[in-house]
T-cell receptor
């Protein structure tokens, strides 16, 4: 049981290049999330998905796209990378809730992305 | 909107010292409150949680009590160890289409020295 895994662990891009970050979970979770972590700002939600084939915007979605073609995978795409997208990206997943507030999100190890 | 405010770090303590990391929040309704811990080079792990007012969450010697009257969820531990060195995030959770939207504080780095 690997939990939540992310690929790649590190990446350096030039401005304008594109890339896709892959998140995979083996816990049969319905919900998946992408966050970015920046110094002094905590984690901010980029996009999320409440099930296979569905996605929605979080608080900082601009410049990113996502897809959830399979329940276990959640992809984050950068079509034209910018230096402002230099960050650490975390994927998370969670169960459908059974009682209000009584659930947790499980996080992957992160991808460190640098855009030059 | 929702927000979480944590004390700034880094916090440096000697082993066996008492730890308090302050966390206050602003939210509508009745959020759940969480403390997550991030060890160097790793993702976040849930440390403890509380789902309603006056609940106390506890795990690995850490405790936090959900205080609705002061909108606070301070993290405490009676005797810290070097292995507790990490970044601690306070977060509040609200419903998000059936899932859980987490709003995080900025994190507090804890360094414990021998």
């Amino acid at each position: 049981n690997a939990g939540v895994t992310q690929t790649p662990k590190f990446r350096v891009l030039k401005t304008g290049q594109s890339m896709t970050l892959l998140c995979a979970q083996d816990m049969n979770h319905e919900y998946m999330y992408w966050y970015r972590q920046d110094p002094g700002m905590g984690l901010r939600l980029i996009h999320y998905s409440v099930g296979e084939g569905t996605t929605a915007k979080g608080e900082v979605p601009d410049g990113y796209n996502v897809s959830r073609l399979k329940k276990q995978n959640f992809l984050l795409g950068l079509e034209s990378a910018a230096p402002s997208q230099t960050s650490v990206y975390f994927c998370a997943s969670s169960y459908t809730f059974h009682s209000p507030g009584d659930y947790e999100q499980y996080f992957g190890p992160g991808t460190r992305l640098t855009v030059t | 909107g929702d927000s979480v405010t944590q004390m700034e770090g880094p916090v440096t303590l000697s082993e066996e010292a008492f730890l308090t990391i302050n966390c206050t929040y602003t939210a509508t309704g009745y959020p759940s409150l969480f403390w997550y811990v991030q060890y160097p080079g790793e993702g976040l792990q849930l440390l403890l949680k509380a789902t309603k007012a006056d609940d106390k969450g506890s795990n690995k010697g850490f405790e936090a009590t959900y205080r609705k009257e002061t909108t606070s969820f301070h993290l405490e531990k009676g005797s810290v160890q070097v292995s507790d060195s990490a970044v601690y995030f306070c977060a509040l959770g609200h419903m998000l289409g059936g899932g859980n939207k987490l709003t995080f504080g900025t994190g507090t780095q804890l360094k414990v020295e021998l």
